[in-house]
């Protein structure tokens, strides 16, 4: 039988190991953390995205986790109306919080699959029997394939394909995500502000007394350490200490969160998602950013990067019609996602302002169907295949 190790546990990673266990592969998938990851932001799914649910029978799941998510509203520095942002817009057809996707994700294949937390992948040594495998903790193993479903920043790509600098794209913009208590007293809805090159969106959805706070600003590349939450607090805080609206409020629930994510939007481009016995799905091999369909494309490509490894005879055939099915869609989700910074961090009070046009005519009913192609057309760019022989 196949052995193949999936390096990753959150999206990505449980989804192929489901279609690869479901296609007569033996899996073993390895996390870095001590535990699956719980909270993060949500993640939503659109068009025919729904239809890797469906295939998973973790749509009737999904749903149960809902964040039923309403309307963001556009407001000025006063909290005065603006425009809306209707929730098909930020939220698709279903929205689950990302932690409760990636816990779904593994109830469903924990009895199936071997799953290793708390070790990393140090080195991968190819030869004509497979891939030996060293991690940081466990003994060395051997494998046929390995599948990098680690992330943007994935420790498989840069072992296998060289340093995240060759192939991560700046987009201008840094991005944080953090949770505070919901003093504006949202329910199933949200708040978005702007000044010049900085922003900033609330919501309150499925914990009424919290507020999920997104907070978004221009800038050049920065160094700092990816792993030092102070430092970032220190540079959220830099960054948004003359703000106005509800900005001195978040950043004091930012001083003393412990939920905070921070990192830059940024995209990786490679020529080629596989080298030999190892290749990458998900934000590991194509990482968008927000509004690029990204968790929703990552599940698609596991599935068929999964059917293709059961329907073509060597892995080498299987990787490159997996390429060739995915990558369109990957490129129209970054090309999607390049707009994301400008949209919630407009660069002039211009900007700002034309943002609030744009949306007070999107919502006029002759262009709500204008509206819906235009945030679904990168879900449904991609029909998928049928594996139902193979599995």
Known sequence: MTKILVSGAS?????????LHRHGFEVTVVEQAP??????????????????????????????????MGDVTIVDGDGRYQARVPSAVMSGEVEIPRGDLSRVLYEHTKNKVEYVFGD?????????????????????????????????????????????????????YYAAYFTVPNHLRLDHAGQLYAEPGLGAMVTSAVDRDTL??????????????????????????EKFRTAGWQLPILLDGLA?????????LSQVRLDKWSKGRVVLVGDAAWSAGPGGGGTGL????????????????GH??????????????????????KRAGGFFAPDSARGIRGRSRVYRV???????????????RTADSIELPDYTRAA
């Open 11 to 19: 999206i990505a990673g449980p989804t192929a190991a489901y279609w």
């Open 35 to 68: 535990a699956l990851r719980a909270g993060g932001s949500a993640v939503d799914f659109r068009g025919e995205q729904l239809e890797i649910l469906r295939k998973m029978g973790v749509l009737a799941d999904v749903e149960a986790r809902s964040t039923r």
């Open 120 to 172: 990393r992948i140090t080195a991968l040594t190819e030869h004509a029997g497979g891939v030996d495998v060293t991690f940081a903790k466990g003994a060395p193993r051997t494998f046929d394939l390995v599948v990098g479903a680690d992330g943007a920043h994935s420790g498989v790509r840069s072992l296998v394909f060289g340093p995240e600098r060759d192939f991560a794209t700046h987009l201008g």
């Open 212 to 237: 999920g706070a997104m907070l978004v600003f221009a800038s050049e590349p920065l160094s700092y350490d990816r792993r030092d939450t102070e430092q970032h607090k220190r540079i959220l805080a």
């Open 256 to 264: 003393k969160t412990d939920t905070l994510f921070f990192d830059s």
């Open 298 to 313: 990552a599940m698609v490509g596991a599935y068929v990067l999964a059917g293709e490894l059961a329907t073509n005879s």
């Open 316 to 337: 080498d055939q299987a990787f490159a019609a997996y390429e060739r099915i995915i990558r369109p869609s990957a490129k129209m989700g970054q090309n999607q996602a």
């Open 362 to 376: 999107l919502n006029l009913k002759p262009l709500n169907g204008l509206l819906t192609w235009l945030v679904n």
